[in-house]
């Protein structure tokens, strides 16, 4: 069964900065799809960046040209790096597949912007 952790959360100032991590076990991240997703306060759960197999990456229009996904088949690894941040990127933020595995849904990390 495939995990995912996800880490790198935390509280910052809005225009700050936060990388976030996620590791993954098995062979997930290296024949998938993955992507990042958050889910606000009493919000649905929204895609926020996905990257392909190949390093194509896609981003929800909020955050264009302020967070960058990227990933390690290496190391089994997915990252998001959010800079400009505001306060409402704040949310608990989790990774995935794209499409998303129900079975794989972790944690989550949780990212508060304040001003």
């Known amino acids: 069964q495939v995990q995912l952790v996800e880490s790198g959360g935390g509280l910052v100032q809005a225009g700050g900065s936060l990388r976030l991590s996620c590791v993954a076990s098995?062979?997930?991240?290296?024949?998938?799809?993955m992507a990042w997703y958050r889910q606000a306060p009493g919000k649905q759960r929204e895609l926020v960046a996905g990257?392909?197999?190949?390093?194509?990456?896609n981003y929800a229009d909020s955050v264009k040209g302020r967070f960058t996904i990227s990933r390690d088949n290496a190391r089994k690894s997915v990252y998001l790096q959010m800079n400009s941040l505001k306060t409402e990127d704040t949310g608990v933020y989790y990774c995935?597949?794209?499409?998303?595995?129900?079975?794989?849904w972790g944690q989550g990390t949780q990212v508060t912007v304040y001003s």
């Open positions: 990257v392909a197999t190949d390093g194509t990456t």
């Open positions: 995935n597949t794209y499409p998303p595995r129900r079975s794989s």
């Open positions: 098995g062979t997930i991240v290296s024949i998938d799809a």
